[in-house]
């Protein structure tokens, strides 16, 4: 997609995140000093999120300028779900993180959503746009994907289906460096549980069970993404929020 710099403009997108992995995620990326977009789920449940978890949401929205989207409650298909059902999930979800973060005295607003398994429908973007969201996230996984590197032009993006570049899926750093370089808008899309390799409840839990096989593959991902970040930084790529891109949008 054409932008009115020669710069290219880099969105870290990661879904499925709660308390249980977030500092695992932000203590990765702090190092790089770039801005993470994370999309929230569990958001109603005291097990997976505490007071100190949506404070140190805080502190990354305010400090270095992170954005908060929606991912529903329960991260159950929405098209599956009765409309009634599907309609709690996603105001629910919204209206959660909105009054925790308000708690922790920031007012915040979720413009951004991203559908679990990328699946959704016309009653589903409808029920988006009621809430005021800007961007629908969809995924590969969703019938009818269109990646954002094939679009050409600002007025061709469906705002709320709007899609990635690529999920880090192979694993191969070459070709991450390609699809970056071909990109002028590159949305890179994560999971919050390679992170969770990174915790030590979770090699001790594999030790125990006899089976590192998933720790070791997350390992080697994230080895494999930093040199990845190493190269987007090195090409003097602009990380940005979806809620800046908006902005960018409705000034072009």
Known sequence: MRNKT?????????????????????????????KVCLFLVHTNSPRFWGRGDWLLLKKMILEHGWEVGGHTRLHKPLILLPEKKAREEIIGNIKDIEERLNEVGLTYKVTSFAYPCGDHNLTIKEILRKCGITFGLTYPDAPDYKSVEDLKEVNELPLLSFGVTHTGKPMNLNLWNQRFM???????????????????????????????????????????????????????????????????????
């Open 182 to 252: 071909k990109s002028n808008l590159y949305i890179f899309a994560l999971h919050s549980d390679t992170f969770a390799a990174l915790k030590a409840r979770t090699l001790l839990n594999a030790l125990k069970n006899l089976n590192m096989e998933h720790v070791i593959r997350s390992i080697k991902f994230l080895r494999i993404l930093e040199e990845h970040l190493r190269f987007v930084f090195y090409h003097g790529a602009k990380f940005i929020t979806f809620k800046e891109l908006s902005k960018l949008l409705s000034n072009s």
């Open 6 to 34: 020669n710069t290219r403009l880099c969105i870290i997108r990661i879904d499925d995140v709660d308390g249980t992995n977030l500092r695992q995620i932000v203590n990765f990326f702090s190092k790089f000093k770039i």
